[in-house]
């Protein structure tokens, strides 16, 4: 059954197209459980916006009723297998008091029925249901295998149904949906033309692209496959003497594929239909890899892997640097669409073309939003349904407060969209006249307004004017953006001109804080659970090769001007405070003996991992301040991967057991009078600012995007009503009650459109 099973999943995955697929799992289905009829039931919308089902494939009824028979979910057998989200097994279905006959679908007297949701992570998508003449009662393997199929179809499906909206989208047809639904990112809605990042390792998001001079782009693909070619006999040479020739039996196969024969001649066959070559090859690798998939034995299916393995070889070569974008060639109004866009990719696009980010992995508090929101550019997140292979170049407008992407919107809706990005540049312009302006509260309470940043190009004169000084400054994106670890002459410069920019405010570096989702290319950290693993302050304490340049770097920096305050990531314990703590002072000493007067700054520890948050007391003792990391704290509170897209809806920093660790964290500092502040998202959030004013908070540190929202904030509101809104906040109980409360709020205040688009 398994074997049958994982068939019927992998012919489903390589059908053309949403109806194809669901044709070959009816088929298939009947054939394997020996049934009259087998069909699939999908969701969708009736005019009058009520949830229905309707018959999208069958195998045993009439196909004149595909499309035709609908039902809503308080109809029939198959209805109230969707109202009950559970499997219904009948052996004599006409006696059941739900049963309901169809006569437009043909389907005479069927004794036998079962039927199973099709759900895709919570979303009731259809329903897959077999039926049989005689009366007969489905056993609990039959029931399983159902089960089974629906669970592992539901990803294809709504993978299949998005690709085939686009489709209709980019043909001008109607399409079901008009959006597809994300994460909100970074707010702001922006229409702009998509170029798609990827990498050569990831074949799926090597997008099409169209090429005018077809024999150049058959000869650039020869060229790569040569290449390889010469790769792989000198590496099997090389190996001749310590690997069996059976063990190097691989190369040769690898040789043979690139000298001709298939693989070579569909890709130019492909290329000459006007696609370029590396989507030309992506598209003969799968087709290629699906064969063996196929196959029955199990060696060979692996052979799959490897032809994928040549594939992304040959498009490396194909991709390596000569298809980097030139800058004057990225256009107007770039949105940066990829599978997992990194902070590298951000950089690497001109800022001044840069209007928006869309990644289908990811969610609002992952580092590339993260990134965006210091950008000041709209970003979605998450939109696991984008076919980012195909929409290379397309027009696409993203909503970043609602989490949407529009691609190719019909007129009506692009007029309504367009008027949307208007207002939003009205939103701007407003904010932008409180740039001179304090945040100061309606009863004269003066908040301080702290940066977060990490890219250089961050530091511009507009945040100079705006943020009280440098709350955050994330120090692992410069070394993102390096090949190599800087050393320690050049991160005194890089940390030197964020010193001085901002001298005599106080410049907060952060110590690095690599791991989780934050990697260096040069670095590379498998695990398999990285967030719980070897990051922030733990890998600095394993490398004090690595820590104590990057100290010694920032307090040369500092000479003169003294206003550089240490902060350390993602502490646990107090034996890591001190050894970090310890190191600190040797980087000092060491300096002092090299006869370089640098002083020791004000050390703070960030309060991101719940430990953190109740060893308060003794770490208030031992720190100059403290710095809370809502991103993290959150993450790790509410057990929610901050960049899992999955349980994105999950992760929520206005929880109730958030708020009430950060208020036990600020008590904890007082008590100690250390000065506590906050530095995750939560800070720039002007829901979550207000109630952070609220429990005491005397300083933010945020995204640069967000200093204006959160001032407007701020000026609007007294700090008795902060105060009143936080302790109705701290009764709440869930996160969704404290977001409609402040919302509600702010609404009352007409600052509506801080938190929405449009005014
Ligand atoms: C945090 O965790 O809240 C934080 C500010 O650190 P980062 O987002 O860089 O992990
Ligand atoms: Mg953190």
């Known amino acids: 059954m398994l074997e049958f099973l994982r068939r019927i999943v992998q012919e489903v995955s390589a059908a053309p197209n949403l109806n194809a697929a669901l044709q070959v799992l009816v088929h298939r289905v009947c054939e394997a459980l020996n049934v009259t009829v087998c069909s699939v039931y999908l969701t969708t919308q009736s005019a009058d916006n009520e949830d229905e089902l309707v018959l999208l494939a069958t195998q045993g009824l009439k196909a004149e009723a595909i499309g035709k028979v609908h039902m809503h979910f308080n109809e029939g057998l198959v209805g109230f297998v969707a109202q009950r989200e559970e499997p219904i097994n009948l052996d004599n279905a006409p006696n059941h008091p739900r049963y309901k006959f169809f006569s437009e679908a043909g389907e005479e007297k069927l004794k036998s029925f079962l039927g ?106 020869e060229k790569a496959v040569n290449a390889v070619s010469d790769e792989m006999s000198v590496v099997n040479r090389s190996l001749e003497s310590v690997v069996p020739a059976e063990e190097r039996a691989l190369f040769d196969a690898f040789a043979m594929m690139l000298e001709g024969g298939s693989l070579i001649d569909d890709t130019i066959i492909r290329i000459k239909t006007g696609n370029w070559a590396p989507a030309a090859l992506r598209d003969t690798i799968f087709e290629h890899a699906r064969i063996f998939e196929d196959m029955q034995d199990a060696y060979l299916r692996d052979r799959a892997e490897d ?9 490396s ?20 669409v990829g599978e997992a866009v990194s902070a590298a990719q951000l950089a690497g696009v001109p800022p001044e073309k840069l209007v928006g980010v869309v990644s289908v992995h990811g969610s609002g508090s992952s580092h590339t939003a993260i990134l965006a929101r210091a950008m000041q550019i709209p970003a979605v997140m998450g939109v696991s349904d984008l076919p980012v292979g195909r929409i290379d170049g397309q027009e696409i407008v993203i909503d970043g407060y609602g989490g949407r992407v529009y691609v190719h919107p019909d007129k009506t809706l692009r007029k309504e969209l367009v008027r949307l990005v208007e207002e939003e540049k009205q939103v701007t312009a407003d904010l932008n006249e409180l740039i001179e302006l304090p945040a100061v509260t309606k009863d004269d309470f003066r908040m301080a307004l702290f940066a977060n940043t990490g890219l250089q190009s961050d530091i511009n004169p507009s945040l100079l ?53 934050k990697m260096l290319n040069y670095f590379p950290v498998k695990e398999e659970n990285p967030f719980l693993g070897w990051r922030g302050i733990r890998i600095s304490l394993d490398h004090p090769d690595i820590f104590i340049t990057q100290i010694r770097a920032m307090l040369k920096a500092n000479r003169g001007l003294d206003n550089l305050q240490i ?66 704290l959150t993450q790790y509170l509410l057990a929610v991967d901050r960049n899992n897209e999955r349980v994105g809806k999950l992760y929520d920093a206005l929880h109730p057991s958030v708020l009430s660790a950060i208020l036990h964290v600020i008590q904890g500092a007082h008590i100690h009078n250390k000065p506590v502040s906050i530095c995750g998202e939560l800070a720039g959030n002007p829901l979550g600012a207000l109630v952070l004013m609220g429990m005491g908070m005397q300083s933010l540190s945020m995204s640069a995007g967000s200093i204006l929202r959160v001032k407007k904030v701020i000026r609007n509101f007294t700090r008795e009503q902060a105060i009143d809104v936080m302790s109705r906040a701290l009764t709440m109980e869930d996160g969704s009650m404290v977001r409609e409360m402040v919302i509600e709020e702010l609404d009352k205040a007409g600052l509506g459109g801080l938190i929405r688009a449009g005014k």
């Open 116 to 221: 199973v949701p099709i759900i895709n992570y919570g979303k009731l998508l259809g329903v897959l249901v077999v039926q049989q003449r005689e009366q007969r009662r489905f056993n609990d393997d039959h029931v399983a295998f159902l089960i089974t199929l629906a669970a592992q179809l539901a990803g294809a499906i709504t993978q299949a149904g998005a690709t085939e909206d686009i489709y209709k989208l980019i043909r001008g047809e109607k399409p079901s949906k008009q959006y597809m639904e994300g994460l909100p990112g970074s707010p702001g809605v922006v229409i702009g033309q998509v170029v798609v990042a990827y990498s050569p390792a990831d074949l799926d998001a090597v997008p099409d692209r169209t090429v005018n001079d077809i024999p150049a782009e058959i000869q650039r693909f």
């Open 307 to 315: 032809i994928r393995d040549l594939g992304r070889r040959v498009v």
């Open 317 to 336: 070569k194909l991709l390596y640097k000569s298809d980097e974008i030139p800058a004057d060639q990225y256009p107007e109004k770039t949105v940066l």
């Open 465 to 517: 004017k705006q943020a009280d000084g440098i709350g955050l400054y994330r120090t692992e994106v410069p070394f993102q953006m390096r090949e190599q670890f800087p050393g320690e002459d050049e991160q005194e410069q890089i940390y030197r001109e964020a010193l001085e920019a901002f001298a005599p405010r106080p410049v907060v570096l952060r110590t690095l804080d690599i791991g989780g989702d």
């Open 567 to 632: 902060l350390l990531p993602m502490v646990s314990g107090m034996s890591e405070l001190r050894q970090a703590m310890s190191l600190v002072q040797r980087a000092h000493s060491e300096l002092l003996e090299e006869g370089c007067k640098v002083m020791l700054p004000p050390i703070g520890l960030m309060i991101e991992v719940p430990a953190a948050v109740y060893m308060i007391g003794p770490f208030a003792k031992h720190v100059d301040f403290l710095s809370i990391g809502s991103n993290d």
